[in-house]
DNA sequence: CCTATTTGATATGGTGCATAACAATTATCG
DNA sequence: CGATAATTGTTATGCACCATATCAAATAGG
């Protein structure tokens, strides 16, 4: 996945600025992010960038993407569903979906199987590794991803943030 | 940037299954997001590229991606800066901010002008046609994308999730 | 002056995301 | 029933985004 060093690139990182001599302040060479403070649509991008990076180094162990964590996830809460159902649930297009199971496959987490009903689709479940897989993913989310996370915030507003993130993405 | 029919992706939209003729309750062929809905990477992405479709859909007359409104924002509050200082603030690469620069500069938005002091670095600068353009940006933004938003959540809510997301950038 | 560093730029590769098209299968309906 | 439409998984393809290596020109620093 290349996960390697996003960090580098997204930390603001004060440029190297030629000093006039008469710099009066100390400071002086910080951009002001103006406006861009104010804007929702940044500080969601910001945050979320920042969140999946974190994300990717908790569950380095498992060697799990957060969309492939997403996949397992809805894989053992829903068994017996097809391509297309687990997709789109995602938001994520069947065309594409075809190189997240192959690999996933590859990797013994899940398994397609011919529903003898329909010899079109192909029904969904995870494997015996994949479900182990699932679980150590869950524990290395919850303690060293999601923990941290409620933590800086504190947990009523962790809550409150992730009420609220759920509803633009629902609502609005 | 092809913003077209996004939306459809994202839209969980019942799969069609086949109903076993036997389907005790009437919505049974829903698919439980489980232990997703408590993801709050998920909830986090998923908020964002609504937000971010919403953006580009309400600045539309004037064209601009949130990452090209993010330049115009940052030229505007910080005039003669290069494009290292005004790339690395935002968090782009500089071999990737050539292309951006030249999309803009090509619609006679910005400028860039060889540095006397330092004939290596390119003074940016915002033409009239690119102020005029940003000032359109702005209040379409305030009044199209930003204000529905803090309508949806509250103003409180709204000034709390920013402040919340800008933490994590900042400090997780 | 010689070397190291910086700046903008190019080339390149990986990844995510969207569309069109296809074969196999199933559904629909005259 | 049989012709046509729709669905499923798949492939191919293109675009946007992001990251790295590398380069020439210019500058900085010993």
Do not use: W
């Not at 002086?28 to 994300?55: C, H, I």
């Not at 979906?97 to 990797?107: C, G, P, T």
């Not at 915030?153 to 009420?163: F, H, I, P, T």
């Amino acid at each position: 996945m290349t996960a390697s060093k996003t960090a580098a690139a997204v930390k603001p990182a004060r440029a190297a600025r030629k000093e006039p001599p008469a710099e009066t302040a100390a400071e002086a060479s910080e951009l002001m992010m103006g406006e861009l403070s104010e804007l929702l649509g940044y500080a969601l991008k910001r945050a979320q960038l920042r969140v999946f990076e974190d994300f990717l180094q908790s569950v380095a162990p498992v060697q799990l993407t957060p969309a492939q964590f997403s996949v397992l996830l809805l894989l053992d809460a829903n068994p017996g569903r097809n391509q297309t159902e687990i997709a789109t649930t995602l938001g994520i297009l069947r065309p594409n979906f075809v190189a997240m199971l192959d690999a996933l496959e590859s990797r013994g987490l899940c398994q397609r199987t011919r529903s003898p009903s329909d010899r079109r689709s192909h029904i969904l479940v995870l494997t015996d590794k994949g479900r182990a897989t699932l679980a150590r993913a869950k524990k290395l989310v919850a303690t060293r991803h999601e923990a941290r996370l409620t933590e800086l915030l504190g947990r009523d507003n962790s809550a409150a943030l992730l009420a609220m993130l759920a509803k633009i993405a629902r609502e609005f």
